[in-house]
């Protein structure tokens, strides 16, 4: 891939990185959440929740160390014990973020249907 490597990225962009691949995991995870199965066929629901989410919530976990790593090594802020448990804080990043996309997302459409959009 042709992307800039953290290194040469501003504070400003590894944070918005950071941020904007946890809101696309966010979004891929609800996606089987608002889509429809046949009925019976639940456990592919499941199943779909766990391959997508998974795939995409550690890439944006991957993302994330790598952007904290690069903002310890510059001395930048932090969020404390970054540079001890660097995983552990992406993990504490990411899966807020992908939980309030998710909320967002699901009472969106649950507003559509209510009124029937």
């Keep these: 891939m042709g992307g800039t490597p953290p290194r040469l990225q501003s504070t400003t962009d590894l944070w918005a ?13 609800c996606a089987p959440l608002a889509g429809k199965f046949a009925e019976g ?12 989410g998974g795939f995409f919530g550690a890439l944006a976990t991957a993302i994330a ?10 001395g930048a802020w932090v969020p404390p014990g970054t540079a001890r448990h660097t995983v552990l804080v992406a993990i504490m990043l990411v899966a ?14 649950w507003v559509l249907r209510l009124l029937r959009l």
């Design 17 to 29: 990185v950071l941020f904007a691949f946890s809101t696309f995991a966010g979004l891929a995870f």
């Design 41 to 52: 066929e639940e456990g592919n629901r499941l199943l779909a929740l766990l391959v997508v």
């Design 65 to 74: 160390v790598s952007s904290l790593s690069e903002m310890v090594r510059r």
């Design 96 to 109: 807020p973020i992908m939980a309030a996309v998710v909320a967002l997302m699901l009472s969106g459409l």
